[in-house]
Nanobody, 125 residues
């Protein structure tokens, strides 16, 4: 069984920085796309960023230039550094694994097979 678990997050004032990390267990994900999504109550789950096995990144327009995604395949870990945070970044952030061995990052949540429980990011104005 493949599992992913988020860590990090927290609360920060607007303009500050936070990071979230995701570690997989049960099976290595070095060949798979990893994605970050976020969700607030009443809203759809929103794509934030993704990274392929060979470090090709994709960001949503809302976070481009502020967030950086990276992965450490040896540790089965993906990291999302979030800078210049805005109140609208407040959400529960989920790590997701695409186990189909896609060569591209896909934005839709339906393409991802394994999800973490989420970690909260709160940005105050």
């Amino acid at each position: 069984q493949v599992q992913v678990e988020e860590s990090g997050g927290g609360s920060v004032q607007a303009g500050g920085s936070l990071s979230v990390s995701c570690t997989a267990s049960g099976r290595a994900f070095s060949d798979y796309v990893m994605g970050w999504f976020r969700q607030v109550p009443g809203n759809d789950r929103e794509f934030v960023a993704g990274i392929t096995w060979n470090n090709v990144n994709l960001y949503s327009d809302s976070v481009k230039g502020r967030f950086t995604i990276s992965r450490d395949n040896a540790k089965n870990t993906v990291h999302l550094q979030m800078n210049s945070l805005k109140p609208e970044d407040t959400a529960n952030y989920y790590c997701a694994l695409d186990q189909t061995a896609s060569t591209i990052v896909r934005r839709a949540a339906r393409y991802y097979d394994t999800w973490g429980r989420g970690t909260q990011v709160t940005v105050s104005s």
